[in-house]
């Protein structure tokens, strides 16, 4: 097995059975949302649909990006991706590198077989955007059908990978011109460690419209990158671990800044997620929930995991008197000293 594709089965195999997840929260908690008593509404009257990158979701809920290029890698993603077909949810693949590397791995990608109707998000890391360039970028976004194209920002949990990338330079400028030459959107995407508001006007400024904000609260990359280094790395890792801005604060800024915003990075509830979209997210997105369920319980884990999410999300917005997911912006919320803090 080639190293990017241990790699990959490694990082799976961590984040089911490890204590991978960053320890300072995602500051979610820290919103509070104020119950009304008397709503006026029936459950039946809740909507959750929206539309975003040109198709249906029954709810504003994706299955985030994990894996790609392995065989275990494909039996997950297919599966999931049957959940997000049977649920109305939306999905991502994770890295397309080793599929840039090794066109054979393409099929452990393709979920159109199974979830013709959902959208469908591409990935790739931004140092092999840059090192690839626009032409082969889009062929990969094509190979999978693909509605809109993740561009992955994982400096800290490179720089933690004993086999990781160094040099950042030009990135900016690669999603620059992919932004304006894709026929499909580009969003900018972190892996655990957030966006702050000055990246935020930089990606808005080289044509971004959309960014999945991937705060610090959920996996830790560099702790995961710790468990599978050696020494050194290993001290980095373990240092680094609780590097980055909360999903919370990350989702305020995204929204701020004026962009479509994804909010991603410890959400674990559908209380989470209704907590995400008040604070301005368009869509929340999980990955380790679904990928431990899957683990522990197969597609009907998954399954399960979906449906608990869906429901909850509907109670909340019942609960905060909310007919509509873009209503939960105008909901009453208390915030607490430490999200204000990030965000004042």
């Known amino acids: ?11 799976l195999d961590l984040c089911v059975a490890e204590d ?18 008397l709503p006026e509404l029936a459950l039946e009257e809740v909507e959750l649909a929206t539309t975003l990158f040109g198709r249906r979701l029954a709810a504003p809920l994706f299955v985030s990006g994990m894996t790609g290029g392995t065989p275990a890698a ?9 959940v997000a077909q049977k649920c109305g949810l939306g999905m991502g693949v994770g890295s397309q590198r080793a599929m840039l590397e090794r066109p054979e791995t393409a099929a452990t990608y393709r979920l159109r077989a199974v979830a013709p109707d959902i959208v469908v998000l591409a990935n790739l890391g931004a140092v092999q955007a840059r090192d690839g360039g626009a032409v082969r970028v889009r062929e990969l976004v094509d190979a999978i059908e693909a509605d809109a194209l993740c561009i992955h920002l994982n400096v800290a949990q490179e720089l933690v990978q004993a086999e990781g990338d160094r040099d950042f ?19 900018a995407k972190e892996t655990g460690c957030g966006l702050s508001p000055g990246v935020l006007e930089r990606l808005r400024a080289a044509g971004v419209a959309w960014v999945d ?27 680094l671990r609780e590097w980055g801005i909360p999903t919370a604060a990350s989702i305020v800024y995204a929204h701020r800044a004026g962009l479509g915003t994804i909010a991603s990075g410890g959400i674990r509830s559908g209380l989470d997620a209704a907590r995400a979209l008040a604070l301005g997210a368009d869509a929340v997105a999980l990955a380790l929930p679904f990928l431990r369920a899957y683990a522990a319980g197969g597609i009907d884990g998954a399954l399960e995991t979906a449906e608990r999410l869906v429901t909850a999300l509907r109670a909340v917005l ?27």
């Open 1 to 11: 097995m080639s190293g990017i594709l241990e790699r990959k089965t490694s990082h």
């Open 20 to 37: 991978v997840e960053h320890r300072g929260g995602t500051l979610l908690d820290e919103v509070q949302l104020l119950h009304d008593a």
């Open 74 to 82: 494909a039996a997950v993603n297919r599966a999931l991706a049957a």
């Open 169 to 187: 330079r030009g990135c900016l400028d690669a999603i620059a011109t992919l932004a304006a030459t894709l026929p499909v959107p580009v969003v």
């Open 213 to 239: 904000v991937s705060g610090a609260g959920g996996t830790s990359w560099t702790g995961v990158e710790a468990l599978r280094g050696p020494a050194r790395q290993r001290g980095l890792g373990e240092e």
């Open 318 to 344: 019942l609960l905060t008197g909310s007919r509509r997911v873009t209503e939960l912006r105008r909901a009453r919320r208390i915030l607490g000293p430490r999200l204000r803090a990030w965000i004042d």
